[in-house]
T-cell receptor, first 108, second 114 residues
């Protein structure tokens, strides 16, 4: 079973920041938080991952709470192309266990 | 640089038949894993291989098997196909078998069982 909980769906206005929350209250010390997205049943696209520090790359920012029990993925300026299912995954030295994800719809 | 490549992209099989799906990891990546994604659900882990050894197995029946070759490419085999095996089969690769490695997915192989 997935170790994360995400809202099933969210909407965001084009050009605004999209903030996608994820709860992972049972995360262990050596487990990383990963974010992927999937568009139209293509292969999942890697976005970002982190252990305990906040991370930023060209696609997004990842904010992890100090207790590591939750995190937020931030897409700073959402575009229509960001409409997708976003998966938050907790992973140690093993497989990736996907949940149902959050379906983000970016609206004009 | 080529990403994770999978073949075939689409195929149709009849119940009871066998299927082999192939995966080439990103150059230099030694770990390959396989996932099944049924329509409307998230991917489910099937197998993970690293350096040609199985390192993890999901909750799938023995009809599912896989192997990794010396060049790190991999095959997933499914025997005695059932209608419920119809799904997108995803292959993913990473440099090493350790937490914190970035894992990249291929575009998948669509299997339809009729």
């Amino acid at each position: 079973d997935a170790k994360t909980t995400q809202p099933p769906s969210m909407d965001c206005a084009e050009g605004r920041a999209a903030n996608l929350p994820c709860n992972h209250s049972t995360i262990s010390g050596n487990e990383y938080v990963y974010w992927y997205r999937q568009i139209h049943s293509q292969g999942p696209q890697y976005i970002i991952h982190g252990l305990k520090n906040n991370e930023t790359n060209e696609m997004a920012s990842l904010i992890i709470t100090e207790d590591r029990k939750s995190s937020t993925l931030i897409l700073p300026h959402a575009t229509l192309r960001d409409t997708a299912v976003y998966y938050c995954i907790v992973r140690g030295n093993n497989d990736m266990r996907f949940g149902a994800g959050t379906r983000l719809t970016v609206k004009p | 640089d080529a990403g994770v490549t999978q073949s075939p992209t689409h195929l149709i099989k009849t119940r009871g038949q066998q299927v082999t799906l192939r995966c080439s990891p990103i150059s230099g990546h030694k770990s390959v894993s396989w996932y099944q994604q049924v329509l409307g659900q998230g991917p489910q882990f099937i197998f993970q291989y690293y350096e040609k050894e199985e390192r993890g197995r999901g909750n799938f029946p023995d009809r599912f098997s896989a192997r990794q070759f010396p060049n790190y490419s991999s095959e997933l085999n499914v025997n005695a196909l059932l209608l419920g095996d119809s799904a997108l089969y995803l292959c993913a690769s990473s440099l090493l078998f350790v937490s914190g490695n970035t894992i990249y997915f291929g575009e998948g192989s669509w299997l339809t069982v009729v």
